[in-house]
């Protein structure tokens, strides 16, 4: 059964930065694209970025440029540094693959964004 356990959320003003890790037992991220969701209150969990096994990125038009996702396969680690928050950030964060079908949810971790 593969756990999954997202860190690092936290209420922060504005304009604020956060640095959310993912963490799972065992060498399961190895050769697995990951990404990072998002589910905003009272609406659908949405893929906000994305890495490949050899590193290349993708994000959601909202975060271009704000959100830099990263993985270290040796540490079992995917991890999110979102700067510049808005409040449109607010919302529970997970992480999954992106490709097939998603390995068990885990809780995420909750990012609240106040002016």
């Known amino acids: 059964q593969v756990q999954l356990v997202e860190s690092g959320g936290g209420l922060v003003q504005s304009g604020g930065s956060l640095r959310l890790s993912c963490a799972a037992s065992?060498?399961?991220?190895?050769?697995?694209?990951m990404g990072w969701y998002r589910q905003p209150p009272g609406k659908q969990r949405e893929l906000v970025a994305a890495?490949?096994?050899?590193?290349?990125?993708n994000y959601r038009d909202s975060v271009k440029g704000r959100f830099a996702i990263s993985r270290d396969d040796a540490k079992n680690t995917v991890s999110l540094q979102m700067n510049s928050l808005g409040l449109e950030d607010t919302g529970i964060y997970y992480c999954?693959?992106?490709?097939?079908?998603?390995?068990?949810w885990g809780q995420g971790t909750q990012v609240t964004v106040s002016s």
């Open positions: 999954n693959k992106i490709l097939g079908s998603p390995w068990a």
């Open positions: 890495i490949t096994s050899g590193g290349t990125t």
């Open positions: 065992g060498s399961i991220f190895t050769n697995k694209a």
